[in-house]
């Protein structure tokens, strides 16, 4: 799937690309992600995600979200023994309660006795991303994460270039 969007792995403009991290509502990056300090704690934090993984890891997450969910991010399933469900990443387990974070960042806790079912779900990243950006903002994704190398929380990233 990757072959497909490989013109997105390369020349991307990191200005524009912070735009539609940030600013962009279709592509929603900052409702779940944290970069230096700022946005959602659903997803991994990515302030320093182009120290730590290539462009082709970039753009793979974006176009083909569950080929690879980040360690600490796989979400659960979880059905209650009176039907209900509950959908999220895995915060803390212990013997009595399982702690999920749901999309919208509240969290939620399971009595283990009250669970029937348990399950592994897919990547908490929308699977259809791609459907509303262009390969252009795609790209300029690619681009903005790649310059990603502060530790996670400090004020300031690399600068562009």
């Not at 970069?35 to 182009?50: A, C, K, Y």
């Not at 681009?143 to 690399?158: F, I, N, V």
Request: glycine share 12%; with cysteine.
């Amino acid at each position: 799937m990757l072959a497909n969007w490989s013109e997105c792995l390369e020349g991307g403009n990191a200005e524009l690309g912070r735009t539609v991290f940030f600013g962009r509502s279709a592509a929603s990056c900052r409702r779940c992600h944290k970069v230096s300090g700022g946005g959602g704690e659903v997803g991994p934090d990515l302030s320093r995600i182009g120290k730590d993984k290539d462009r082709h890891y970039l753009l793979e997450a974006m176009v083909d979200p569950n080929a690879k969910v980040a360690k600490g991010f796989e979400t659960v399933i979880l059905v209650t023994t009176d039907g209900l469900i509950h959908s999220g990443i895995l915060k803390s387990e212990d013997d009595s309660v399982v702690q999920l974070m749901t999309s919208t960042g509240a969290l939620v806790s399971v009595a283990k006795d009250e669970i029937d079912e348990r399950a592994n779900g897919q990547s908490g990243m929308p699977q259809d991303l791609i459907k509303n950006l262009t390969r252009s903002e795609i790209r300029d994704l690619v681009e903005y994460l790649s310059t990603l190398q502060s530790e996670p929380g400090s004020a300031h990233g690399k600068s562009g270039k």
